[in-house]
Nanobody
Framework: QVQLVESGGGLVQAGGSLRLSCAASGLIFSRYGMGWFRQAPGKEREFVAAVRWTAVSRVYADSVKGRFTISRDNAKNTVYLQMNSLKPEDTAVYYC?????????????????WGQGTQVTVSS
């Protein structure tokens, strides 16, 4: 009964910030790499960011590098995505995902569990 529950999405103006959270349960959180993906209407799901279980290694998509920050708090079984300088093209449903292993994969099929998603809308 693994569950990943995202929160923190909403409507924000371009240039604004949002902080997404993903609370995990039913797994040994510290043994999983965690990732964020997003999917806009009519588009494929794309990788956003990932963090190794140790939090030493972080990977970002080029489109968000320098604007987004992924972090995790293993004591709280939670992963975060801080999104700054948001652009309209960041509008999408954002999904949290968990990967069993020490790697930080960037493809959807390498993740074992997924959250329900949270909507982020950036207006211009």
């Amino acid at each position: 009964q693994v569950q990943l529950v995202e929160s923190g999405g909403g409507l924000v103006q371009a240039g604004g910030s949002l902080r997404l959270s993903c609370a995990a349960s039913g797994l040994i959180f510290s043994r999983y790499g965690m990732g964020w993906f997003r999917q806009a209407p009519g588009k494929e799901r794309e990788f956003v960011a990932a963090v190794r279980w140790t939090a030493v290694s972080r990977v970002y998509a080029d489109s968000v590098k320098g604007r987004f920050t992924i972090s995790r708090d293993n004591a709280k079984n939670t992963v975060y995505l801080q999104m700054n300088s948001l652009k309209p093209e960041d509008t999408a449903v954002y999904y949290c995902a968990a990967n069993y292993g020490v790697a930080v994969p960037t493809t959807s099929d390498e993740y074992d569990y997924w959250g329900q998603g949270t909507q982020v809308t950036v207006s211009s």
